[in-house]
């Protein structure tokens, strides 16, 4: 059924259309009138110090980093939910043996402190 | 020309499926319509509950009741200045909130508001619906990276820690509502949107009470972890105004920053219908076959009229409650010519093939609108988390309790 995928095109294309557009028509009614203070970095009227793109925790990248692991296991979950009832017990007990590994995974992430955010 | 309008109309299927791009194109255009108003009308019905939550009165001045005031705001916004700070990442900056919105329009594409409208009816609709709605975290980086300011970009990382957080726990809850589908003679399931209300119509049941409590756990992970998508209260920490000012937008102002706040709402509605299509039955009325019938059926018909009869006499109440001063005389006409139209498109609701077409576009948007007021009552009612207790909630409850559900719900499935 590929002509089912023709509107998800055709729905972008109005946006990438539409959107720019609405930008333009304000750009022509507001008023225009930048001043140095005004294009500072707002930090409540005190002048920033340093760069903004400095160096910020690393439990981001931690979570970031189990979040592709989850997420990808989600994903493997999908084909076999969708024949889950004609699959039976076998691919109940396969699917199993997927989860206990990865469940073995994330006992493991939460015993080093993976999970914790202090 | 006229047989490709008119040879839509006689098929049961989506313009998608039909591959009639006319039709799909208007489906295209009705949704964004009703988009917009819901957005305002949200715009209007979160200031005004939440402000009588704490006995407040809300908007009063703008037109009778504050009605007009998401119009106004609307204009002040759009005459604003626009500023892109001088040390942002220009381009970055201004595709951030087009991004933004093209995402949590793009998931509309899948919702099914009845049977034959959905604009398209793909086969891997949910899959799509959860890529779609996870690409919105690329837009909310784009914007607090290009920003160039300590808010912003705190906001944005935040922000993306959170959303990418509760998207496991929505993946398995979603799962064990595909799981459900299949539950049937050819034990196959389906990922299509329309596929998964028809599976609970033909198991007559709303998959939230299938394997009681097993459906409804699932749906409870699911409402708490699309919150939290949202970056709603009370999980937005992103959006902290007393920490983080405005989080990933902080930087933006006029009519960019409108574009975050509707892309904000209906990634709320887009989220809320996906929860209504897999446990709240979409487009079916409450209790197709406990209370069946030619005379249930058409009591139920009635009910997209009566809301609006209902909403009409509301108003009219509103206008006989109106002050008796002259300077109120205009709001009392506009409130009384407001609720004249409520009751006019009431009445055209109550003829017999408006009534029938409208049914399932009805229920689903009731169904909807529940949604958007809890989260309306979550706003009120709920303290923000801290972002420890955030986390926690998210990787040591969610996930652990959704792993669990799925692996009884299969259990369930293949023994019961």
């Known amino acids: 059924m590929p002509q089912n995928y023709v509107p998800i095109f055709l729905f972008i294309a109005l946006i990438g259309v539409l959107l720019p557009v609405t930008l333009l028509a304000a750009k022509l009614v507001r008023p225009d009138n930048p001043s140095k203070a005004k294009l500072m970095p707002y930090e409540c009227g005190i002048d920033p110090i340093d760069s903004a793109r400095g160096r910020y925790t690393v439990r981001y990248y931690i979570v970031a980093i189990l979040f592709v692991v989850f997420d990808v296991e989600t994903i493997f979950l999908f084909p076999w939910a969708v024949k889950f009832k004609a699959l039976g017990a076998f691919g109940l007990l396969e699917m199993l043996i997927f989860l206990l590994i990865l469940v073995v995974g994330y006992i493991w992430i939460w015993k080093k402190g993976a999970l914790e955010w202090v | ?416």
């Open chain 2, 1 to 416: 020309m006229l047989d490709y309008i008119t040879s839509y109309l006689k098929s049961d299927l989506t313009p998608g499926a039909a591959g009639n791009v006319l039709w799909a194109f208007v489906y295209i255009l009705l949704i964004f319509l009703g988009l917009s108003v819901a957005v305002i009308a949200m715009n209007w019905l979160e200031r005004k509950i939440l402000a009588h939550m704490q006995v407040r009165l809300g908007p009063m001045r703008v037109g009778p009741h504050g009605l007009l005031q998401p119009v106004a705001d609307a204009l002040k916004l759009l005459i604003k200045e626009d500023i892109m700070p001088a040390e942002a990442d220009k381009v970055v900056f201004w595709m951030a909130p087009l991004f933004v919105v093209m995402t949590a329009f793009t998931v509309f594409i899948v919702v099914p508001f009845g049977p034959t409208h959905a604009v398209t009816d793909m086969n891997i609709g949910v899959l799509f619906m959860l890529g779609v709605s996870s690409l919105s975290v690329l837009g909310i980086v784009m914007a607090g990276w290009a920003s160039n300011s300590h808010y912003p970009l705190i906001g944005a990382l935040r922000s993306s820690a959170q959303m990418v957080s509760y998207e496991i726990a929505m993946g398995l809850a979603v799962i064990s509502a595909v799981l459900m589908s299949s539950l049937n003679q050819a034990g196959t399931g389906t990922l299509s949107m329309i596929g998964l209300v028809q599976a609970q119509q033909a198991q007559h049941t709303w998959f939230v009470f299938k394997f009681f409590p097993l459906g409804l756990i699932a749906f409870v992970i699911f409402a708490i972890a699309m919150v939290a998508e949202t970056n709603r209260a009370p999980f937005d920490l992103p959006e902290a105004e007393s920490e983080l000012t405005a989080g990933f937008h902080t930087e933006y102002s006029g009519f960019r920053w409108s574009l975050f706040f509707l892309a904000e709402y209906s990634a709320m509605i887009a989220v809320s219908s996906i929860a209504v299509t897999l446990w709240l039955g979409g487009w079916m009325r409450p209790f197709p076959t406990w209370l069946s019938g030619e005379t249930w059926d058409l009591v139920f018909s009635l009910f997209p009229g009566l809301t609006f009869i209902f909403l009409a006499v509301f108003a009219f109440v509103g206008v006989v409650r109106m002050p008796k001063h002259p300077y109120f005389r205009i709001q009392t006409m506009g409130l009384a010519g407001f609720g004249a139209v409520l009751g006019l498109i009431g009445l055209v609701l109550f003829a017999p093939p408006v009534r029938d077409r409208i049914q399932d576009i009805y229920w689903f948007s009731v169904k909807v609108a529940v949604s958007m007021y809890m989260y309306i009552w979550y706003r009120g009612t709920f303290p923000r988390y801290r972002f420890d207790q955030l986390m926690k909630v998210g990787w040591k409850i969610l996930l652990p309790v959704g792993i669990g559900v799925l692996i009884l719900t299969a259990i369930a499935g293949v023994w019961l």
